[in-house]
């Protein structure tokens, strides 16, 4: 607000000096933006015995009238801040829902694709076990021929030793037999090489299918973490909007903590989802490689201790030598806890850092929480 110098009047009198003046009940009955009351100084209107207003040269009406167009346009701006959050919250509330309903959408198109094929590839392999089945009747029924005409062949040579020709011609039908059954044989090989090579395009499918639900579980849970995130900064956005009296602090101080305390899960999936290169601030910042967060994201004490070293890390310059302390009794327990996971215990990470038996990575781990609570108390709050 610029500097303007208020208006000079000839003096007047004190009849005239009540006269514009406005009425001090009226003054005050009028409300800002917010419920907040605009309430004027009374005292300097009270009329005094020893007062003498024919020295009055301020114009008290302009100067009402200024800080009442002051207080219009800051009402203003209020409201249009606050529509524009509110069109912000909506449209990233949109984003996700489209998003989760591609990849339910998606992992629906997979389900129905692999069953249709799976259906198709069991009607192909019925129809083939029904030829080979026709083929083996087929088969048995030219055995079981060929043995009678063998005896048919010994009979006629028992019977008719002098009939070459008949006998020429029986060994003939038989070579003939002979040879539909090495056919046939061959024919139900081939068939059989097809059902093999089927039924591992089928293994192949399945497994297939088995990697894209599993890549749909990631991505789920992937989602999950930046949500979390996500929800925690506008739930406190759309706070501030309101006016004080209905602000819920403890919505305003998760929102905090996730916009400016550690986030080192969602952090660490944006870093292997991206070429950001990243990777050196990470580790600077949270004292450890985004894979081994990862690897034991399922602990929340773990999650904890790597978030407190961001906060303590961010905010060292105000915490004075407790950052130090913190820094090197962290990396003491990080390298302990790491060691004894990798050497093949039974114990996770998270009964190893807040198990019921009374540990010294535990009292470590529970020394640093109170050092963090002790110096972070009043670092990680933002007002605006």
């Known amino acids: 607000m610029t500097d303007e110098k208020n208006p000079v009047s000839a003096p007047r009198s004190r009849k005239s000096l009540r006269a514009l003046l406005p009425n001090i009940s009226q003054l005050t009955s009028h409300e800002s933006m917010g ?17 003498d ?22 009402r ?28 339910s959408q998606s992992r629906c198109n997979a389900s129905k694709a692999l069953a249709e094929q799976t259906s198709l590839f069991d009607k192909t392999l019925g129809g083939i ?45 038989a070579e003939l037999a002979r040879a539909q059954l090495k056919r046939s044989s061959e024919q139900l090989s081939e068939k059989e ?22 890549e749909l579980v990631d991505l789920d849970h992937v989602l999950e973490v930046y949500s979390e995130v996500v929800e925690g900064i506008l739930n406190r956005k759309s706070e501030w909007s309101k006016s004080p009296h209905r602000r819920d602090s403890k919505i305003i101080a998760k929102g905090n903590k996730v916009a400016h305390g550690g986030t080192c899960l969602a952090d660490a999936y944006r870093i292997k989802s991206t070429c950001d290169n990243d990777l050196g601030w990470y580790e600077e910042c949270y004292g450890t490689t985004p ?3 990862l690897q034991f994201e399922t602990s929340g004490a773990f999650r904890r201790l790597i978030n407190m070293r961001y906060e ?66 009043d670092e990680i709050v933002v007002t605006y």
């Open 35 to 51: 419920g907040i009351p605009m309430v004027l100084d009374t005292l300097v209107l009270e009329e005094r015995g020893d007062y």
């Open 312 to 377: 303590i890390y961010r905010y060292k310059n105000n915490v004075g030598d407790i950052a130090d302390v913190f820094e090197e009794d962290f990396q003491k327990l990080l390298e302990e806890i790491l060691h004894k996971v990798t050497r093949g215990t039974d114990n996770s990470m998270q009964s190893i850092l807040v198990g019921n038996t009374d540990t010294e990575p535990r009292r470590a781990y529970y020394d640093l929480c109170i050092l963090w609570e002790d110096a972070m108390e």
């Open 76 to 103: 203003y701006l209020h409201q249009e801040e606050r529509d524009r959050l509110i069109r912000e919250k909506l449209a990233l509330r949109r984003g996700n829902k489209l998003l989760q309903s591609a990849l």
């Open 193 to 214: 090489r097809v059902i093999t090579s089927l039924e591992e395009e089928k293994r192949e499918l399945q497994s297939t299918l088995q990697n894209r639900n599993d």
């Open 291 to 293: 894979d081994i967060v």
């Open 129 to 173: 076990e029904q030829r080979m089945s026709e083929e083996n009747r087929v088969a048995q029924l030219l055995t079981n021929r060929l043995g009678h005409l063998e005896s048919q062949c010994k009979q006629i040579s028992l019977r008719a030793l002098a009939s070459d020709k008949a006998k020429e011609q029986s060994n003939k039908f």
């Open 53 to 74: 207003t024919s020295d009055d040269t301020v114009d008290w009406k302009n100067l009402y009238l200024k800080s009442r167009r002051q207080s219009t346009r800051t």
